[in-house]
């Protein structure tokens, strides 16, 4: 089982969560995804999003949020660009921790009844005030890798897989 996951609520763009895919692959977090989608998850664009990694994501798609809760236990964390809190304030550090990073719809983000339930962990990536909020696979990237540096980056590889860790000095 993987500890560290993330969970898109009724993603609508493909390109966003092509993009999600592919980070998930390469950083070896499992994607949950909510219906109802906003496309096709064999359309092209989702494909050349997420490159040739897509097989390497692992990820499930639920009917609905209920669906998703009964089968996923563990703590949820909202970003949403009405949490009060930074992404930087919580510990992710435990290693044994299901760590569960909810997103929700681009257009909307997550409902407001979802959100009241655990408003603890509802928590924003700072901005300024010249927008909303970043980018939906901006914002994924971003908490996936705070809770990665938070957990010393688990078994990822601090070198360059392909080429060799002595690619720059040949």
């Not at 909202?78 to 009060?84: A, D, H, M, Q, S």
């Not at 930087?88 to 407001?112: R, V």
């Not at 994924?140 to 080429?163: C, G, H, T, W």
Request: with cysteine; proline share 4%.
């Amino acid at each position: 089982m993987k500890l560290n996951n993330i969970v898109l609520y009724e993603p609508e763009i493909p390109g966003n969560t092509g993009n999600i895919m592919r980070t998930c692959a390469g950083t070896d977090t499992k994607l949950h995804l909510i219906k109802p989608l906003g496309f096709s998850l064999d359309e092209k664009s989702i494909k050349r999003s997420g490159a040739n990694y897509i097989n390497n994501c692992d990820y499930t798609v639920y009917e609905n949020w209920e669906d998703f809760k009964s089968k996923n236990k563990g703590t949820y964390y909202y970003l949403t660009r009405y949490g009060k809190k930074p992404h930087t304030s919580f510990d992710y550090s435990d290693h044994n921790e299901n760590i569960y990073l909810i997103f929700g719809k681009e257009s909307t983000g997550i409902p407001k009844e979802i959100l009241k339930e655990d408003l603890d962990h509802c928590m924003r990536i700072p901005t300024n005030d010249k927008i909303r909020a970043l980018n939906l696979s901006n914002c994924a990237a971003i908490m996936i890798y705070e809770v990665l540096r938070q957990q010393n980056y688990n078994d990822l590889s601090l070198v360059e897989p392909f080429k060799g860790e002595n690619y720059l000095q040949e």
